[in-house]
């Protein structure tokens, strides 16, 4: 019977231990960022990407992300909250749109397959465009 108990405890603290370790969301620390300022400031924006990619100093926000970057590309942000996914949602529509010079590098590390890309692409190819009222094409 000592063994199977020792068996039991051990298993206990590991399943605990795992709960701990592995928090069920990211940090809501930083969700107020007001990513328009970024996304319409080069160089804060650039500052980010830099960060990202190891090729300059990253703000604790940016060591935030830089940190659950992976994990969020992996398991489709299924750790974020909703405000997080909005605007990660929102800054990369941005920059695979307006700026590839920073996306491109950013996916070649941290979504090597292209599967974020491509579903983005199908989502953007499904969404309904309604023409205006009066337009040419609309008579």
């Known amino acids: 019977m000592g063994p199977t108990i020792l068996i039991v ?3 206990l603290v590991a399943v605990t231990y795992a709960e701990v370790a592995q ?4 940090t809501t620390k930083y969700d107020n960022i007001d990513l ?5 400031n080069d160089r ?16 604790p926000d940016g060591l935030e ?9 992996e398991s489709d942000c299924s750790k974020c909250s ?6 990660s949602e929102k800054m990369i529509r941005y920059l695979i749109d307006n700026k590839p ?5 950013l996916q070649e590390k941290y979504d090597p397959t292209g ?12 969404e309904v465009t309604a023409k205006p009222l009066g337009s040419a094409e609309s008579q």
């Open 82 to 87: 909703e405000k997080q996914k909005e605007g």
């Open 9 to 11: 405890c051990l298993s």
């Open 115 to 126: 599967s974020y890309k491509k579903r983005y692409l199908e989502s953007k190819n499904a």
């Open 101 to 105: 010079e920073y996306w491109n590098p």
């Open 36 to 40: 328009d300022e970024i996304i319409h």
């Open 23 to 26: 928090p069920k969301t990211y």
């Open 65 to 73: 992300l830089k940190k659950n970057m992976p994990d969020a590309i």
């Open 44 to 59: 804060l924006l650039k500052s980010y990407v830099d960060c990202l990619l190891d090729k300059g100093r990253c703000t």
